[in-house]
């Protein structure tokens, strides 16, 4: 069953794409992220052209993101004021990062830097997660790790512009949660992700907040943070291909519930090990593809 | 089966006026393209462009014909990949112009049989006699040329069937036009020239129009004419979807 994309102007199996869509819906399901960190690259991987893979990962993020909030809001999982402040830092970060990559388009070196910003993420993430999923099978006690380091007071908490965060229990100051929110925004608009695997860390370890509200927290943040960047690259670079962003949210339908179901199943030691593989073995075949001598040394851009 | 028995229709009555016009001493080339409006669908993985015609006084079998086809010229960019820091990064840029779109050319025999190459490189017939033109020279602009053209014709953008086109009977000639995959919107002019011993008797020269359906079109169009609209239009449906797998959760 094939299809031609308008705006990506390739034909496509809406199967392979469906399936696509299918397995990232599994992973929100299952982690509790957007899933953009691996779809962005599969699209590519696939023959989308990466400025349209970025742009349309980020619509399909925001559909994957709404479900995933919206269950973490039931469960009174979500400080809504830690994720503002956070949206405030995204949204600046979303512009800036829009400008960058219109100026790297047009300097010809987009696809270059969306493929080394994968490398080094998904490299320094996939070793985290992989060396904290093997951790807490070893020590099969994650609470005394996460509280000890809790007890420790952070340089970032001294910094001035304090606000009290009630559903997370910190007295904070917020530039540290902007600068975080900012950098997730330049990262969603460079590659098309939700940025879950890198806020949620932060939030964990760098602002202490409490695990049980951050994937909540974080999926707020996404949902307009991602609806914003997809709109700033229609805009500019008219790179969102609707039928394409659609295919993919229909197969993240299904996955969502697979993810769901798998998810109370598997231990969550399990899960983070599992996520850690994954991200190294994305991150390693990016990086093959940018070291080993292309086939084509010379690239050709159509200008009409 | 309606356009089948139109096309014979057609047939019928070009060859009664090649039998009317035998004897005619005016040469007049006769060509028709059987659908000139060739729509890009959703489903669309090439298509074909029926070619057919004739000459009034002359014994085609003597004859050789040749169809060219050929997009709009555009510009490229070409960027060379170097090895810096131990990864493949875009260098230098080049642009490069008069780069048909689409280009093929479709003859009944090897075209350098058919006429003298001064002809073919005049008119741009046969792909090694595309001519591009850059602001830089030399050896290295050749090397580029030269890429842009082994490119396309991997991309099936640019081919040549020199045994593409049948002569039926001794009268009619007919030629199927392969479109590829990714043939692009726009409008595209088929050349048909017809040489005799080695000369050019008469040419042709008409259009095609390559559409995309009206969905895809709708899309595009509204993508680059309201690029703002169109981004707010893509979120609420990805509002929409997610409310719809809230719902879907929600009943499972």
């Known amino acids: 069953?094939?299809?031609?994309?308008?705006?990506?102007?390739?034909?496509?199996?809406?199967?392979?794409?469906?399936?696509?869509?299918?397995?990232?819906?599994?992973?929100?399901?299952?982690?509790?992220?957007?899933?953009?960190?691996?779809?962005?690259?599969?699209?590519?991987?696939?023959?989308?052209?990466?400025?349209?893979?970025?742009?349309?990962?980020?619509?399909?993020?925001?559909?994957?993101?709404?479900?995933?909030?919206?269950?973490?809001?039931?469960?009174?999982?979500?400080?809504?004021?830690?994720?503002?402040?956070?949206?405030?830092?995204?949204?600046?970060?979303?512009?800036?990062?829009?400008?960058?990559?219109?100026?790297?388009?047009?300097?010809?070196?987009?696809?270059?830097?969306?493929?080394?910003?994968?490398?080094?993420?998904?490299?320094?993430?996939?070793?985290?997660?992989?060396?904290?999923?093997?951790?807490?099978?070893?020590?099969?006690?994650?609470?005394?790790?996460?509280?000890?380091?809790?007890?420790?007071?952070?340089?970032?908490?001294?910094?001035?512009?304090?606000?009290?965060?009630?559903?997370?229990?910190?007295?904070?100051?917020?530039?540290?949660?902007?600068?975080?929110?900012?950098?997730?925004?330049?990262?969603?608009?460079?590659?098309?992700?939700?940025?879950?695997?890198?806020?949620?860390?932060?939030?964990?370890?760098?602002?202490?907040m409490p695990t049980n509200v951050v994937i909540g927290t974080s999926l707020y943040q996404i949902i307009f943070v991602t609806s914003l960047v997809t709109i700033l690259h229609a805009y500019e670079n008219q790179t969102v291909d609707i039928m394409l962003a659609l295919i993919?949210?229909?197969?993240?339908?299904?996955?969502?519930?697979?993810?769901?179901?798998?998810?109370?199943?598997?231990?969550?030691?399990?899960?983070?090990?599992?996520?850690?593989?994954?991200?190294?073995?994305?991150?390693?075949?990016i990086l093959t593809s940018l070291v080993i001598e292309p086939q084509n040394l010379l690239t050709i851009t159509d200008i009409i | 089966m309606m356009r089948k028995i139109f096309l014979y229709t057609f047939l019928i009555f070009i060859i009664h006026i090649q039998c009317s016009y035998a004897n005619d001493s005016e040469r007049s080339l006769i060509t028709q393209i059987d659908d000139p409006h060739i729509q890009i669908g959703s489903n669309f993985f090439g298509g074909k462009l029926l070619v057919f015609g004739s000459i009034s006084g002359r014994d085609l079998l003597k004859s050789d014909i040749i169809i060219k086809v050929q997009g709009k010229e555009k510009k490229a960019l070409i960027r060379e990949k170097i090895k810096k820091y131990g990864i493949w990064i875009n260098n230098t840029a080049t642009l490069v112009e008069d780069v048909p779109s689409f280009y093929t050319i479709y003859s009944n025999r090897n075209i350098n049989r058919i006429t003298d190459t001064e002809f073919l490189a005049r008119e741009e017939i046969g792909i090694n006699n595309l001519k591009f033109t850059s602001q830089i020279e030399g050896p290295q602009v050749q090397h580029i040329y030269d890429v842009i053209k082994k490119r396309n014709r991997e991309n099936s953008i640019f081919t040549e069937n020199f045994t593409g086109i049948r002569i039926i009977g001794n009268k009619l000639f007919r030629s199927s036009v392969e479109l590829p995959q990714g043939i692009k919107e726009g409008t595209y002019e088929v050349s048909i020239f017809f040489f005799e011993d080695q000369v050019l008797v008469d040419s042709d020269i008409s259009n095609i129009f390559v559409n995309k359906t009206q969905s895809g079109k709708y899309i595009y169009n509204q993508a680059n004419k309201n690029p703002l609209w169109y981004g707010i239009i893509a979120v609420i449906i990805a509002w929409c979807a997610g409310l719809i797998i809230i719902g879907v959760s929600r009943v499972t």
């Open chain 1, 1 to 208: 069953m094939y299809m031609y994309l308008p705006i990506a102007e390739v034909s496509v199996n809406i199967l392979v794409l469906f399936g696509m869509g299918g397995i990232v819906g599994i992973l929100s399901g299952m982690f509790g992220v957007g899933g953009g960190f691996l779809m962005t690259p599969l699209l590519i991987f696939y023959g989308i052209p990466p400025i349209v893979a970025v742009a349309t990962e980020a619509n399909q993020i925001v559909a994957s993101s709404i479900s995933g909030a919206y269950a973490h809001w039931r469960r009174a999982a979500v400080d809504i004021k830690m994720g503002t402040i956070l949206l405030i830092g995204g949204v600046i970060g979303s512009f800036i990062g829009i400008r960058l990559f219109v100026y790297l388009k047009n300097v010809g070196q987009i696809d270059l830097i969306i493929s080394l910003s994968y490398v080094i993420l998904l490299g320094i993430i996939g070793t985290i997660t992989f060396i904290e999923g093997i951790r807490s099978i070893i020590t099969q006690d994650e609470s005394r790790y996460i509280t000890k380091r809790n007890r420790e007071r952070l340089w970032i908490y001294t910094l001035p512009l304090r606000m009290r965060f009630k559903k997370s229990g910190l007295y904070i100051s917020i530039i540290p949660p902007l600068i975080i929110g900012l950098f997730v925004g330049i990262l969603a608009s460079i590659m098309g992700i939700g940025g879950g695997f890198i806020m949620v860390p932060a939030m964990i370890y760098l602002l202490r």
């Open chain 1, 248 to 285: 993919l949210m229909s197969g993240g339908v299904v996955g969502a519930q697979i993810g769901a179901a798998l998810g109370h199943r598997l231990k969550a030691e399990q899960l983070r090990f599992m996520l850690g593989i994954l991200i190294l073995a994305v991150c390693i075949k």
